[in-house]
């Protein structure tokens, strides 16, 4: 299975200020057909997830600009910028590229 | 809109079957696929297998021997069945859309308790 380690495990941040959580996966998420299927998701407290970032960079329909994700081959990012109070919770990336699909542990985004 | 709806029974007997639905609305189960994730209180996610739209299925080899998803397109509706429940299956089962997970059931949560 492809094992996706998150760092770090906690975050803290000042609203307004700006994060980044890192994503790696055990093997290359590049599919054969070309795409790279990672993504990420916010869970907040309570909740079910949300899907945030699919195949690597592009936003899913009414998430801010604010939510950037960036990266290649084993390698991601996702950077939220001015953050928000709906901003906080627990950020999941997720790869579809290999079965079965996996998701890393979790990053929790809390204020400072 | 899209929605997912998961229902089920909130306790099961060790050993026992579970039986869970996802009722789907604003989307064709013939043109999307359904997937069903598990989470543990406070823990990650763990997928557990999709029904594709064309009616075939896959499954996490991790419950390949007593896991099965099935539908019924008429009613909009996704099944999961697990055998043999264990008190490690407790957790939150959630429904979720397409392989990137677009749009997720409130989830059902499971307790294996006698």
């Known amino acids: 299975d492809v094992v996706m380690t998150q760092t770090p495990v906690s975050l803290s941040v000042s609203l307004g200020g700006q994060v980044s959580i890192s994503c790696r996966s055990s093997?290359?998420?590049?599919?054969?057909?070309?795409?790279?299927?990672l993504s990420w998701y916010l869970q907040k407290p309570g909740q079910s997830p949300q899907l945030l970032i699919y195949?690597?960079?592009n936003r899913f329909s009414g998430i801010s600009d604010r939510f950037s994700g960036s990266g290649s081959g084993t390698d991601f990012t996702l950077k939220i910028s001015r953050v928000e109070p709906d901003d906080l919770g627990v950020y999941y990336c997720?790869?579809?590229?290999?079965?079965?699909?996996?998701f890393g542990a979790g990053t929790k985004l809390e204020l400072k | 809109q899209v929605q997912l709806k998961e229902s089920g029974p909130g306790l099961v007997q060790p050993s026992q079957t579970l039986s869970l639905t996802c009722t789907v609305s604003?989307?064709?189960?013939?043109?999307?696929?359904v997937h069903w994730v598990r989470q543990h209180s406070g823990k990650s996610l763990e997928w557990m297998g999709r029904?594709?739209?064309?009616?075939?299925?896959s499954y996490n080899s991790a419950f390949t021997s007593r896991l099965s998803i099935s539908r019924d397109t008429s009613k909009s509706q996704v099944f999961l069945k697990m055998n043999s429940l264990q008190t490690e299956d407790t957790g939150t089962y959630y429904c979720?859309?397409?392989?990137?997970?677009?749009?997720w059931g409130q989830g059902v949560m499971v307790t294996v308790s006698s």
């Open positions: 093997q290359s998420l590049v599919h054969n057909n070309g795409n790279t299927y």
């Open positions: 029904m594709w739209s064309d009616g075939d299925t």
């Open positions: 979720a859309r397409n392989g990137v997970f677009d749009y």
């Open positions: 997720g790869q579809g590229t290999q079965y079965p699909y996996t």
């Open positions: 604003g989307f064709s189960l013939t043109s999307y696929s």
């Open positions: 195949k690597v960079s």
